[in-house]
C-alpha cells in the first residue's frame, strides 16, 4: 500500500499545522506499527493508510481548532485504545507532557513499542482504570486537559475524566455526533463534578465526517466521592 507523505501532510495542513520531515516520519512509522500489532490483536478497524490519516491523525489533531497547543500543558488521555487522540497530538506538539490510559495491557504494550520505536519523550503509559487513578494524588486535579475519544455517554465520560482536570483547565470529549440531548441530560453530572461546557467545536472532515469537541472548564474541584467504583457510572449515571 503506498504510504504517500504529500497526503499526509496536505490533509494535516488544513488544520493550520505544518509538519516537519521527522513528523512526517514518525506518523508514517505509527501506522507501519499499527497495522502490523493489527494483524495480531484488535487496535483498530481502519487500516486503510489514507483513512488512518484522515480519520485517527487528522481528528486527533483537531484539538487545535478549540485551543492553542503551542505551550508546554500536560494532557491525559483516557480510553487511549491504539493511541488516538494522545499519540499524533504528541508526535506533533513535542511540547506537551502526554499520559496515556488504558485498562487492556496489550494495548499498553502496543502502545510502549510506539513510543520505543519513535523515541518519544515526556509520555508515560497507564494500565488501569479512570476510577482508580483518578483517586490517585499524583493524578488527580493534575492535568491541564483531559481528552477521550471513547465511545461512551457524556454523563459517565464525565465522571470518568473531570476528576483528573485542574482547576481552569479542560476536559475535551471527541463525538462524531450531534449532542444536544445528551448534552442536556448531562448538564447536572457536569456541574456536580465541577465543570462547565465553554464551547462546542463542530467540523467535518473531508467535508462528510461530523466531528464535535465539547470543551468542559474546569471550575470547581471534584468532589471526593467522584469517581464512584468501577462500573457505578455506567450502570447509575448522576443525573
Not at 33 to 48: A, K, R
Not at 51 to 65: G, N, Q, R, T
Not at 165 to 183: H, I, M, P, R
Amino acid at each position: 500500500m503506498e504510504k504517500n507523505p504529500k497526503y499526509l501532510l496536505e490533509e494535516v495542513g488544513k488544520l493550520e499545522i505544518t509538519l516537519t520531515d521527522t513528523q512526517i516520519s514518525q506518523l508514517v512509522q505509527y501506522y507501519d506499527l499499527l497495522v502490523e500489532w493489527n494483524s495480531f490483536m484488535n487496535l483498530t478497524g481502519i487500516t486503510d493508510y489514507e483513512e488512518v490519516v484522515i480519520k485517527h491523525f487528522v481528528d486527533s489533531l483537531s484539538l487545535v481548532k478549540g485551543f492553542d497547543l503551542s505551550k508546554e500543558y500536560s494532557l491525559i488521555d483516557v480510553g487511549t485504545g491504539a493511541g488516538f487522540p494522545g499519540l499524533p497530538l504528541k508526535i506533533v506538539f513535542p511540547n506537551l507532557k502526554i499520559t496515556l490510559l488504558d485498562s487492556l495491557n496489550k494495548r499498553i504494550n502496543f502502545l510502549n513499542e510506539v513510543i520505543s520505536v519513535l523515541g518519544l519523550t515526556d509520555i508515560e503509559t497507564i494500565h488501569g482504570r479512570a476510577e482508580d487513578f483518578a483517586k490517585k494524588k499524583e493524578y488527580r486535579e493534575s492535568f491541564d486537559f483531559c481528552v477521550s475519544r471513547a465511545v461512551a455517554n457524556l454523563s459517565v465520560l464525565s465522571e470518568y475524566c473531570l476528576p483528573f482536570v485542574k482547576l481552569d483547565g479542560y476536559f475535551v470529549s471527541y463525538k462524531s455526533e450531534k449532542l444536544a440531548e445528551e448534552l442536556a441530560a448531562s448538564a447536572k453530572a457536569i456541574s456536580v463534578l465541577g465543570g462547565s461546557v465553554e464551547k462546542q467545536v463542530d467540523f467535518y472532515l473531508q467535508d462528510s465526517m461530523y466531528r464535535n469537541l465539547v470543551c468542559i472548564k474546569k471550575v470547581n474541584s471534584t468532589p471526593k466521592a467522584y469517581p464512584r467504583k468501577a462500573g457505578t457510572a455506567v450502570k447509575s449515571p448522576i443525573c
